[in-house]
């Protein structure tokens, strides 16, 4: 079991700035995929951004792609992620996830690990 405990999220005015950060229980965080999924109100989770174990590949989703970046230290068994530019529809409870893929998956079914989430509030 890995569990994942999510951190930094609050409000922020649009395009502001924010790091999400995400701290896993176990040393063998090292050995896993991790991505980060955000749920609005009313809407179904969505995929915003994934990492492989060695950091060499990451996938972003497009509404996100070239604002936010993904990143991890596995020797603080902790993932991050940074956004700019935020935007209202920004806002939702965001999730990090981990699972034993070798890719950047975006699908959630790929992932066997969650965090409680932390909500992202994106108000002008």
């Known amino acids: 079991q890995v569990q994942l405990v999510e951190s930094g999220g609050g409000f922020v005015q649009t395009g502001g700035s924010l790091k999400l950060t995400c701290a896993a229980s176990?040393?063998?965080?090292?050995?896993?995929?991790m991505g980060w999924f955000r749920q609005a109100p009313g809407k179904e989770r969505e995929f915003v951004a994934a990492?492989?174990?060695?950091?060499?590949?990451?996938n972003y989703a497009y509404s996100v792609k070239g604002r936010s970046t993904i990143s991890r230290d596995n020797a603080k068994n902790t993932l991050y992620l940074q956004m700019s530019s935020l935007k209202s529809d920004d806002t939702a409870v965001y999730y990090c996830?981990?699972?034993?893929?070798?890719?950047?998956?975006?699908?959630?079914?790929?992932?066997?690990?969650w965090g409680q989430g932390t909500q992202v509030t994106v108000s002008s």
């Open positions: 996830a981990g699972g034993r893929k070798d890719w950047p998956s975006g699908s959630h079914s790929d992932y066997d690990y």
């Open positions: 176990r040393h063998t965080f090292n050995s896993y995929t």
């Open positions: 990492i492989t174990w060695t950091g060499g590949a990451t």
